[in-house]
């Protein structure tokens, strides 16, 4: 399923049991804690967590620019998966603004859970637009913040 010519990943150790992730992930006020870099402020509209829900953000930056992202969740398996998409609107009603998938896994593992994000593009040109926008920099630091959160730092 994962293609690097076309797919971001990042992945981590977090030391806690997924479902403490699953709750940091389920809670709209926990989601918008760690969901984008600081100083990025982030306002959780809509987190319905089961196939065909709502997930839709808006993160405020620095110099006041607001980013509103909307999308609808594809696969859900509690303490396990999250499968999210930007080119559906809740109900899976298509939209044009779309250009990924993001794949969330949590796997059990001695001291904690792996957890992976891998983020699937159409074509390369998303995926290298994603990239230059600063995928690893910017997912790496919310799974910082996201690992701080749930290990109670």
Known sequence: ??????????S??????????????????????????????????QLDLRPGGAFETTMTLPDGTKM?????FLDVIEN?????????LPGYRPRKEGFMTAIITLQEVDGGT??????????????????KMG????????????AHFVEGH
């Not at 399923?1 to 076309?6: E, I």
């Not at 509103?68 to 609808?72: K, Y």
Request: charged content about 25%; aromatic content about 10%.
């Open 1 to 10: 399923m994962f293609d690097p010519a076309l797919d971001l990943e990042i």
């Open 68 to 72: 509103n992202n909307i999308g609808c």
């Open 80 to 88: 396990r998966r999250i499968v999210s998409t930007d080119a559906l």
């Open 114 to 131: 792996n957890y992976v994000a891998r983020v699937l593009h159409g074509n390369r040109e998303d995926k290298d637009i994603h990239e």
């Open 12 to 45: 981590r150790i977090i030391k806690a049991p997924p479902a403490a992730i699953w709750n940091a992930w389920k809670d709209p006020a926990a989601l918008a804690k760690w969901w984008a870099p600081e100083p990025v402020v982030t306002e959780v509209h």
């Open 135 to 146: 995928f690893h920099d910017g997912w790496g630091t919310a799974l910082t913040q996201l």
